[in-house]
T-cell receptor, first 110, second 115 residues
Framework: AQRVTQPEKLLSVFKGAPVELKCNYS??????LFWYVQYSRQRLQLLLR??SRESIKGFTADLNKGETSFHLKKPFAQEEDSAMYYC????????????FGRGTQLTVWP | DTGVSQDPRHKITKRGQNVTFRCDPI?????LYWYRQTLGQGPEFLTY????????KSRLLSDRFSAERPKGSFSTLEIQRTEQGDSAMYLC?????????????FGSGTQLSVL
């Protein structure tokens, strides 16, 4: 079975501080990992996906298969980064459904 | 707004009543998903369509739940004989599927409250 764990429900940092949102997964196959974000009063939207190895809004995430992790990092947090972040997994063998973690609410204080 | 549209935004109903939600995806998107989200949890997959074909259903989708996408465009999700445990945010998403780079576009959701 597959599972996505986000151990921190809440995370607070000050502006300019580094931030890391943790995501661990369990899946025996080759997963595809994603980070989705929901800003206040906005829709859930894709932030980044591991397969693209991209940096979006200063955020990066590396898939670590040995540690089964896909942590989201940003070296200098900004107030506008305050949002709910969800890690999601898709089984590599099938397109379609995503398995989401419970989310981490990030607050960046001025 | 050319994004995913869901109607209604809010629905309050009494236990035992039937409710129906509608989702209009982005026009060229061939895939449409339904997710359910309860407080403090991430979205949980319910079902998805590729064009008009329903390709996968979660075990969460009991016999009281039915979804349709009759012409491969909009979709409806019906819940019969609602229960208090059905109270949740129902999210619809669409995508231009068929690749591992599939990106989901979510609607604003329908908040269901069962009294």
């Amino acid at each position: 079975a597959q599972r996505v764990t986000q151990p921190e429900k809440l995370l607070s940092v000050f502006k300019g501080a580094p931030v890391e949102l943790k995501c661990n997964y369990s899946y025996s196959g080759s997963p595809e990992l994603f980070w989705y974000v929901q800003y206040s009063r906005q829709r859930l939207q894709l932030l980044l996906r591991h397969i693209s190895r991209e940096s979006i809004k200063g955020f990066t995430a590396d898939l670590n298969k040995g540690e089964t992790s896909f942590h989201l990092k940003k070296p200098f947090a900004q107030e506008e980064d305050s949002a709910m972040y969800y890690c999601a997994l898709r089984r590599g063998s099938t397109l379609g459904r995503l398995y989401f973690g419970r989310g981490t609410q990030l607050t960046v204080w001025p | 707004d050319t994004g995913v549209s869901q109607d209604p935004r809010h629905k309050i109903t009494k236990r035992g009543q039937n409710v129906t939600f509608r989702c209009d995806p982005i026009s060229e998107h061939n895939r449409l998903y339904w997710y359910r989200q309860t407080l403090g949890q991430g979205p949980e997959f319910l079902t998805y369509f590729q064009n008009e074909a329903q390709l996968e259903k979660s075990r969460l989708l009991s016999d009281r739940f039915s979804a349709e996408r009759p012409k491969g465009s909009f979709s409806t999700l019906e819940i019969q004989r609602t229960e208090q445990g059905d109270s949740a945010m129902y999210l619809c998403a669409s995508s231009l599927g068929a690749s591992t780079n599939e990106k989901l576009f979510f609607g604003s959701g329908t908040q269901l409250s069962v009294l």
